[in-house]
């Protein structure tokens, strides 16, 4: 099985020089455990994982004994299990004031983040890992995706470029390292497993009550509504649960990081009408399974080719950000005439407006859109569309053609 470079390495080991205590957080098997364990080769720093039951106990039951057992700099694993721990990391880091001495990685963040914030503010860095992106699976320079010619052309160099099939097949494979990495070959089997354990172990430390085949119905009508309007109504009939379930359980994903939104831009200046946000997955491997889809070729001539696309686009531009430790300011725009951007970014003050589409060859019709950005107070910059054409172009001086493999 190979490595595969993460983005946010540089990040962890940036954040190790300036804070006592570095935290990834993440879903399950996106590689949190595999990327640390790799950059503490050759290094002192120890390993240990509360995954391991006697561990666990001792961290829970005696926490001093733990920490003198497992002495820093060390990477404890799977830290959620004993937040016991928090008040005597706290201790040590103020007695000592080294910088980087714990590397703590978590999978679920409710009671973690709260112990986090309660036991460790101002001493911790939090960073998030999500599933691979394509730079990391198919290589080239990596950085925050940006509407900026110089920007665009740098982004080229290294990355494998990819056709229509090429794009679908991406999609439909999914962005976990396992798959990705050639550690597993059967996709079907892969992402029933990790359902399986999923389900079974992280989303039942939240909640004992929940309905394994219910949850597993409700994740499918969530999944089938990637890109969509989220409609709490529609994905509570189709799943057979309440809305007030539906909103926990959807609550349950976005905080274990298997989907994030999009919120509808706005501002004074603009007529706002639609306030819910999209939803999104980050993986696209887990949507296509969960929607039954069974191979690449039948999902690009399906009917949903181009929710999925546009749902894999801005899943993969905002993985470009968070693999640098940022958080991205993304948005959608909708106004009262159902006229809408597929997605706005904000950044230093102005807006780039960017279209989504299977096209291979857009034309100026796509980017009249555009125009609703012009009474916002904020400026609109440049725009671009984000399509199928192979190579970078441009509509017009103002509005880039992006090829989907640079995202």
Same mark, same amino acid.
């Given at each position: 099985?190979?490595?595969?470079?993460?983005?946010?390495?540089?990040?962890?080991?940036?954040?190790?020089?300036?804070?006592?205590?570095?935290?990834?957080?993440?879903?399950?098997?996106?590689?949190?455990?595999?990327?640390?364990?790799?950059?503490?080769? /050759?290094?002192?720093?120890?390993?240990?994982?509360?995954?391991?039951?006697?561990?666990?106990?001792?961290?829970?039951?005696?926490?001093?004994?733990?920490?003198?057992?497992?002495?820093?700099? #060390?990477?404890?694993?799977?830290?959620?299990? $004993?937040?016991?721990?928090?008040?005597?990391?706290?201790?040590? #880091?103020?007695?000592?004031?080294?910088?980087?001495?714990?590397?703590?990685?978590?999978?679920?963040?409710?009671?973690?983040?709260?112990?986090?914030?309660?036991?460790?503010?101002?001493?911790? $860095?939090?960073?998030?890992?999500?599933?691979?992106?394509?730079?990391? +699976?198919? /290589? @080239?320079?990596?950085?925050?995706?940006?509407?900026?010619?110089?920007?665009?052309?740098?982004?080229?160099?290294?990355?494998?470029?990819?056709?229509?099939?090429?794009?679908?097949?991406? +999609?439909?494979?999914?962005?976990?390292?396992?798959?990705?990495?050639?550690?597993?070959?059967?996709?079907?089997?892969?992402?029933?497993?990790?359902?399986?354990?999923?389900?079974?172990?992280?989303?039942?430390?939240?909640?004992?009550?929940?309905?394994?085949?219910?949850?597993?119905?409700?994740?499918?009508?969530? $999944?089938?509504?990637? @890109?969509?309007?989220?409609?709490?109504?529609? +994905?509570?009939?189709? %799943?057979?649960?309440?809305?007030?379930?539906?909103?926990?359980?959807?609550?349950?994903?976005?905080?274990? /990081?298997?989907?994030?939104?999009?919120?509808?831009?706005?501002?004074?200046?603009?007529?706002?009408?639609?306030?819910?946000?999209?939803?999104?997955?980050?993986?696209?491997?887990?949507? &296509?399974?969960?929607?039954?889809?069974?191979?690449?070729?039948?999902?690009? *001539?399906?009917?949903?080719?181009?929710?999925?696309?546009?749902?894999?686009?801005?899943?993969?531009?905002?993985? *470009?950000?968070? @693999?640098?430790?940022?958080?991205?300011?993304?948005?959608?725009?909708?106004?009262?005439?159902?006229?809408?951007?597929?997605?706005?970014?904000?950044?230093?003050?102005?807006?780039?407006?960017?279209?989504?589409?299977?096209?291979?060859?857009?034309?100026?019709?796509? #980017?009249?859109?555009?125009?609703?950005?012009?009474?916002?107070?904020?400026?609109?910059?440049?725009? %671009?569309?984000? &399509?199928?054409?192979?190579?970078?172009?441009?509509?017009?001086?103002?509005?880039?053609?992006?090829?989907?493999?640079?995202?």
């Amino acid at each position: 099985m190979k490595y595969i470079k993460r983005n946010l390495e540089d990040v962890v080991m940036q954040t190790t020089k300036e804070y006592p205590i570095v935290l990834i957080t993440g879903p399950r098997q996106v590689g949190k455990t595999t990327m640390l364990q790799k950059l503490m080769e /050759g290094t002192k720093r120890s390993y240990v994982t509360l995954d391991d039951l006697n561990e666990r106990s001792l961290a829970k039951t005696d926490p001093e004994l733990f920490l003198q057992l497992h002495k820093p700099p #060390v990477l404890i694993d799977e830290v959620q299990y $004993a937040p016991e721990l928090f008040p005597y990391i706290k201790i040590y #880091v103020d007695r000592t004031h080294a910088q980087g001495e714990f590397w703590l990685t978590g999978s679920q963040v409710f009671g973690l983040m709260r112990g986090v914030q309660e036991s460790l503010a101002g001493r911790v $860095a939090v960073l998030s890992l999500t599933s691979l992106s394509q730079s990391e +699976i198919y /290589g @080239g320079l990596a950085a925050p995706f940006q509407v900026d010619l110089e920007a665009l052309i740098e982004r080229e160099t290294g990355r494998e470029k990819a056709d229509v099939s090429a794009i679908f097949n991406r +999609i439909y494979e999914g962005s976990m390292p396992a798959l990705a990495s050639g550690a597993v070959s059967n996709h079907s089997i892969f992402y029933n497993s990790y359902l399986n354990t999923y389900i079974e172990r992280d989303v039942r430390e939240l909640s004992d009550a929940i309905d394994s085949l219910k949850f597993l119905r409700f994740m499918t009508a969530a $999944a089938a509504r990637s @890109g969509q309007i989220v409609n709490v109504a529609d +994905i509570a009939r189709d %799943a057979e649960i309440s809305q007030i379930q539906a909103r926990d359980w959807l609550n349950i994903l976005e905080t274990l /990081g298997i989907i994030f939104y999009l919120h509808p831009y706005s501002n004074n200046m603009l007529k706002r009408l639609v306030k819910k946000p999209k939803l999104y997955f980050y993986d696209m491997g887990l949507v &296509c399974h969960l929607t039954k889809w069974t191979s690449a070729e039948t999902l690009e *001539s399906g009917a949903m080719n181009g929710a999925f696309l546009e749902s894999y686009v801005v899943s993969e531009i905002r993985k *470009s950000y968070l @693999g640098y430790g940022v958080e991205p300011y993304m948005y959608y725009y909708r106004d009262k005439d159902a006229k809408e951007i597929d997605l706005v970014l904000e950044h230093d003050g102005v807006l780039n407006p960017i279209e989504i589409k299977k096209s291979s060859n857009p034309g100026t019709e796509l #980017v009249k859109v555009f125009r609703l950005l012009d009474r916002s107070s904020t400026p609109r910059s440049k725009g %671009a569309v984000i &399509c199928m054409k192979p190579d970078i172009g441009a509509i017009d001086r103002d509005n880039y053609i992006v090829p989907v493999w640079l995202v």
